[in-house]
Each structure stands twice: as C-alpha cells, then as structure tokens.
C-alpha cells in the first residue's frame, strides 16, 4: 500500500503539472485520445513496481509487462478520464489496483486536483485521506444520485437511463468510472453504471466499493470471477438498490 501511496502521488503531480487548455493530444480511435501525459505516467508505473516487484505482472491502459504464470498482477489506468483531462476539464484521477488470482486485494484512486486519495486493502476497510469511509444508507430509486458512463458498449444503457429518470433518479455523467465509483464508495453517489469491458476501469473500483461496504457485479448481475481480464461493465452500488438497478437494464440490449 505504501509503494502504491507513493507511486500515485508521484503521479498526480504530474497530472497536475501537465494540466492546461487546448492540450495535445493523438487519438487511438475515434472516441479515445492519449496525452503526453498518459505515456508518462505509464512509463513510471512500468518501471516503478517492475523495480519493486519483479515477478508481479503489469497491466496498465497505454503498456503491459507481464510475466506468464505471475500470481499476481497490478492493473493501472494511469489518467482515468483522459478525454475531461485533455479538453482542460479537472476531473481526472489515477488508479490503480492489486489483483492476486484475479481477486483484487488492493485499490487505489486518486484525484490530483483536489488531492483526495481513496483507497482499500482486502478485509481492511476503505478510506479517503486516511478516514474510513462506507457507502450511502439511500434505500429508494427516487432522488437517488447515479453515475452513468460508456453507455453502449456492453449494453444500450439508454432506455435504463430513461426508465431511472422516470423513478426519479438524478444520473451524473461525463466523469470518469473511477472518479463515480470512489463517490460511491463514500456515500455520495448510491450507484455508478460503467459499460466498458477493459480491467483498468473497473479492478481498483471494486475492491474500494466492497471495502466501503458495496457491492459490484457486471452489468449481467454476476460477481467476476477474476478482475485482470475483460467483464461485461460494471455496477457499483451501496447494495441497497443494487438487484432494482439491474432490473432497469432488462431494457437495455446487450452485445453479444
């Protein structure tokens, strides 16, 4: 935990320092773009902990370095929101997590901004800044504040949005799943959808939220077995509302 700490201070000033209007930027397809910034932070994660763990595995958005048969495997999203971040919006975080087995057991998300660092350690509880931290007591649909991101790539999230508005959900978007999933893990969102399939966007997540006392499951509504590979999107939830929130998405068409 102490190394990972580190390594996400170390790259949040770097998010910080690199922050500016009209930035520079390629795109790896038509909705994606990478910075200076990306590549950076990806480098110093690399060779940060291949320096401090040798034989663990390293997934990470912009390069890998993995090891066959590791036990173990880091997965790093090293600017999570990179198109706010690019476009000069400050909303972007660092995450990074732990997996053992495919089981996360270690979850960090930072926000360089406004320097707030949530983060979990199997069986240890959640914490922001160092406080303990735990999900929303929110029982109902109505005025329930949810995070709603990548809304068609698993699944066609929108008539689930549509339905949602109807009960009276108030859904937030344009954040990043990280940023949305560590709100949930602190009370202030009851849920956060996210329809992607990549590990980097969703392994720090749910150990954060579990730790806080969530739950997550994919958008199907089952538990990943292992957290280092694609899943069908995920949802983060103060447990609550989770198995109503899934029915929504009955409405919702799922890619094959």
């Given at each position: 935990?102490?190394?990972?700490?580190?390594?996400?201070?170390?790259?949040?000033?770097?998010?910080?320092?690199?922050?500016?209007?009209?930035?520079e930027k390629e795109w790896k397809?038509?909705?994606?773009?990478?910075?200076?910034?990306?590549?950076?932070?990806?480098?110093?994660?690399?060779?940060?902990?291949?320096?401090?763990?040798?034989?663990?595995?390293?997934l990470s958005e912009e390069g890998?370095?993995?090891?066959?048969?590791?036990?173990?495997?880091?997965?790093?999203?090293?600017?999570?929101?990179?198109?706010?971040?690019?476009?000069?919006?400050?909303?972007?975080?660092?995450?990074?997590?732990?997996?053992?087995?495919?089981?996360?057991?270690?979850?960090?998300?930072?926000?360089?901004?406004?320097?707030?660092?949530?983060?979990?350690?199997?069986?240890?509880?959640?914490?922001?800044?160092?406080?303990?931290?735990?999900?929303?007591?929110?029982?109902?649909?109505?005025?329930?504040?949810?995070?709603?991101?990548?809304?068609?790539?698993?699944?066609?999230?929108?008539?689930?949005?549509?339905?949602?508005?109807?009960?009276?959900?108030?859904?937030?978007?344009?954040?990043?799943?990280?940023?949305?999933?560590?709100?949930?893990?602190?009370?202030?969102?009851?849920?956060?959808?996210?329809?992607?399939?990549?590990?980097?966007?969703?392994?720090?997540?749910?150990?954060?939220?579990?730790?806080?006392?969530?739950?997550?499951?994919?958008?199907?509504?089952?538990?990943?077995?292992?957290?280092?590979?694609?899943?069908?999107?995920?949802?983060?939830?103060?447990?609550?509302?989770?198995?109503?929130?899934?029915?929504?998405?009955?409405?919702?068409?799922?890619?094959?």
């Open positions: 935990m102490e190394v990972a700490r580190s390594l996400a201070k170390s790259a949040g000033s770097v998010i910080r320092k690199n922050f500016s209007s009209n930035m397809d038509e909705r994606s773009p990478v910075t200076v910034t990306d590549l950076l932070v990806n480098d110093m994660v690399l060779k940060e902990l291949r320096s401090c763990y040798p034989t663990h595995s390293i890998n370095d993995c090891l066959e048969e590791s036990e173990h495997v880091w997965i790093c999203d090293p600017v999570d929101g990179t198109h706010n971040f690019s476009h000069g919006i400050p909303t972007a975080t660092f995450a990074l997590a732990l997996v053992r087995e495919g089981e996360p057991i270690l979850g960090i998300i930072y926000d360089p901004f406004l320097d707030r660092m949530w983060s979990a350690e199997k069986s240890k509880g959640a914490y922001m800044n160092g406080k303990p931290i735990s999900v929303s007591k929110h029982g109902t649909l109505k005025s329930a504040v949810i995070g709603m991101g990548k809304m068609k790539k698993v699944c066609n999230l929108f008539p689930a949005m549509e339905e949602g508005y109807g009960k009276g959900i108030s859904f937030i978007t344009g954040l990043s799943t990280h940023y949305m999933a560590a709100l949930v893990a602190q009370g202030e969102f009851a849920a956060s959808f996210f329809g992607g399939t990549p590990p980097h966007d969703m392994a720090a997540s749910a150990i954060i939220v579990k730790e806080a006392g969530g739950f997550s499951t994919d958008l199907r509504g089952n538990v990943p077995t292992r957290y280092d590979g694609e899943m069908d999107g995920q949802l983060c939830s103060n447990g609550i509302l989770h198995e109503e929130l899934l029915s929504l998405l009955k409405r919702g068409e799922f890619k094959k």
